[in-house]
């Protein structure tokens, strides 16, 4: 579109609203995952908590579980975010984001059926994944099961406690 007439500013006009409400569709999925990095990590206040889940529209009763993903220093452009990102590409209920450079951590969305082995199953074929395709070795603690926003960071810690412990899916 050419011009300064009044259907090129309307057509420019347009095209920037829709081009903003793109990416502001993208951003909700991003902005959510550093809440709940937030969350994960203590670095908001409990009072802030549910105030800001509020303004993402996330519903605060999810059942989650954490599992840490602890690596080894890549030398390569490979990243374990991206692989394990792309292991659950269609659930946006799924959130996955590194804690520091040898960790990354996966909070699991969970129906009501899921339960311990099944999160032991799921971290071993990460695990799987991520040593067989990409020779990346990994230990994987799982953190138990959790309901609502305010635990997160428990089972996050669970599942840091495990690795520290031994107890880790390697």
């Known amino acids: 579109v050419e011009g300064e007439d009044p259907e090129a500013v ?3 006009s347009a095209t ?3 081009l903003d409400d793109m990416l502001k569709g993208g951003d909700d999925k991003d902005d959510i995952t550093s809440f709940i990095k937030n ?3 203590d670095n908001i206040l409990p009072s802030d908590t549910y105030v800001r889940a509020r303004e993402l529209d996330f519903n605060t009763d999810v059942r989650t579980a954490a599992l ?3 690596y080894d220093s890549i030398s390569n452009s490979v990243s374990v975010l991206e692989i394990v990102s792309q292991l659950f590409p ?3 209920k799924d959130f996955v984001f590194n804690v520091n450079e040898n960790e990354s951590v996966l909070i699991k969305d969970l129906d009501d059926d899921v339960n311990m082995e099944t999160l032991t199953r799921l971290g071993e074929s990460i695990a799987d994944v991520l040593e067989n395709e990409h020779r990346i070795h990994v230990n994987i ?3 138990s099961v959790v309901s609502g926003v305010k635990d997160m960071a428990a089972s996050f810690k669970g599942g840091r406690a495990g690795l520290e412990g031994g107890e880790g899916v390697a």
């Open 90 to 92: 269609q659930n946006t």
């Open 10 to 12: 309307r057509c420019c």
């Open 16 to 18: 920037a609203v829709v």
């Open 68 to 70: 840490v993903i602890r």
């Open 39 to 41: 969350v994960v990590t």
């Open 141 to 143: 603690g799982i953190g």
